[in-house]
């Protein structure tokens, strides 16, 4: 039986950068996030929600229009919006709702540090993203969170339900919070070797997520003092995933598998948890039908308010994903995929296919490629001491175009089943639903064919 709706509630979105399912003490990984898992008791902890891309430009401006990156021509990482695309915010605003942005930068008015390409952009007014909101904060430190959520507020006209998105630095790299884990005594997942390295990485970044969850408190708390809690929808999701081997930039679940949480007093049953299929693309159709709004137009994403209602849902039997170049680093002869990878992937429940359209890129991990842990790897991979199927999977060249996955008896993908004629139908089916997919996104990647 489903609850009753609210009309027009206010909109509350907090990401975390960089964050990987399953990280947080709700999901059963032994760490200290007590605020995070208060907060799924009192809501909707979703375990199977994927960002469009495993990279933050990407991902944010698919979370915001309910597209995939491709479609709306977000392919390089430093790429502004376009104008012509239509947002999340921007359609809550015209309806009378009053928006804002605050904390870390969006990341959607374009990326890039080089003074000629700004001059670029601002020559042709191509920088608008913050003119679509009614308030915007793009670089406060940690310590104005409450501060800027409460300087928004104080902005806010009485009569308007709100939309604020509040974006954190963590778990960011570089990773600086205070060590709040053992590296000894962590659970190292299978597709890490054992290595010193790994665990001091791997603590120092489950240390990130226990300082986030110190903010997503302070914003819960603000929430509640100003008195909006009862009547607002909050979702807290990660950007993509985390800067480690397997992860942010890859297509493997670590890269793009987040965390999601809802709340939602008086609509969402307290305490229920789902693993249906959910994408970025899904947020902004969900969001806008929750305020009583049509999903617009070009919207390729699927709402998910039944979901959240505890109605009858028919969920995605798929999701995709989309890896495009990261950074602003330019192509040269030494790049290798933490600057520059192409790929594709379609996601079952059981099965994944990944189609690298670049596989002559050497692998090499997003933002830490100098830490201890991926220099340990590399080390033993020259000295012969990695496992042979951890050498295979990160050490490959060329790497495999097709990569099929069976995340049942394989969750860490480390087996490539492609190509196996026991496995020839499911592949078959991928396939095609990943054709499909990037025909209607006008996907600028040679199409997959099946090989009969």
Request: net charge neutral; proline share 10%.
């Amino acid at each position: 039986m489903s609850m009753q709706v609210r009309p027009r509630p206010n909109v509350l979105l907090v990401l975390s950068d960089d964050h990987s399912f399953p990280y947080l003490g709700c999901y059963g990984f032994p760490m200290k996030t007590p605020r995070f898992d208060r907060f799924a008791a009192e809501g909707l902890i979703g375990e199977r929600m994927f960002t469009a891309a495993p990279q933050c430009v990407p991902s944010r401006a698919s979370y915001m229009s309910g597209r995939m990156p491709v479609a709306i021509r977000m392919g390089r990482f430093s790429s502004p919006l376009p104008p012509d695309v239509v947002t999340l915010p921007e359609l809550l605003r015209a309806a009378g709702y009053f928006t804002g942005v605050c904390r870390r930068s969006y990341h959607l008015d374009g990326g890039s540090r080089d003074k000629d390409v700004l001059s670029v952009y601002d020559k042709y007014e191509m920088r608008h993203f913050g003119k679509r909101l009614d308030y915007v904060d793009a670089n406060s430190p940690r310590t104005q969170t409450a501060a800027k959520m409460n300087e928004f507020f104080d902005k806010k006209p009485k009569d308007k339900p709100f939309f604020l998105w509040v974006n954190f630095n963590d778990p960011h790299h570089v990773w600086d919070a205070p060590p709040a884990y053992d590296p000894a005594k962590l659970p190292l997942p299978r597709h890490y070797p054992d290595l010193p390295g790994m665990r001091e990485d791997f603590a120092k970044y489950l240390s990130e997520i226990t300082r986030a969850d110190e903010e997503f408190g302070t914003v819960l708390d603000t929430l509640q003092k100003r008195g909006f809690a009862g009547d607002t929808l909050v979702v807290f999701m990660g950007d993509n995933g985390m800067a480690l081997p397997h992860g942010k930039g890859s297509l493997y679940d670590p890269g793009w598998h987040v965390p999601m949480l809802a709340r939602w007093p008086g609509v969402i049953q307290p305490g229920r948890s789902t693993k249906e299929l959910m994408s970025g693309e899904d947020f902004a159709p969900t969001v806008l039908e929750a305020c009583g709004l049509k999903p617009h137009k070009d919207m390729s994403g699927k709402s998910y308010l039944k979901l959240l209602r505890g109605e009858p849902f028919e969920g995605r039997k798929y999701i995709f994903g989309q890896r495009l170049p990261h950074g602003g680093t330019p192509m040269s002869p030494s790049a290798k995929s933490s600057t520059f990878d192409l790929s594709r992937a379609v996601r079952s429940s059981r099965w994944k296919l990944i189609y690298n359209c670049t596989p002559h890129m050497e692998y090499q991990p997003v933002d830490s490629a100098r830490d201890p842990g991926w220099r340990q790897m590399v080390s033993a991979n020259a000295s012969g001491a990695l496992s042979p199927e951890l050498r295979k999977a990160y050490f490959t060249l060329p790497r495999p175009v097709w990569e099929l996955f069976d995340l049942e008896s394989d969750p860490s993908e480390l087996n490539n089943l492609a190509g196996r004629p026991e496995h020839a139908a499911v592949q078959k089916e991928l396939t095609l639903a990943l054709q499909e997919k990037m025909i209607l996104d006008y996907d600028f990647l040679p199409l997959p064919v099946v090989n009969e």
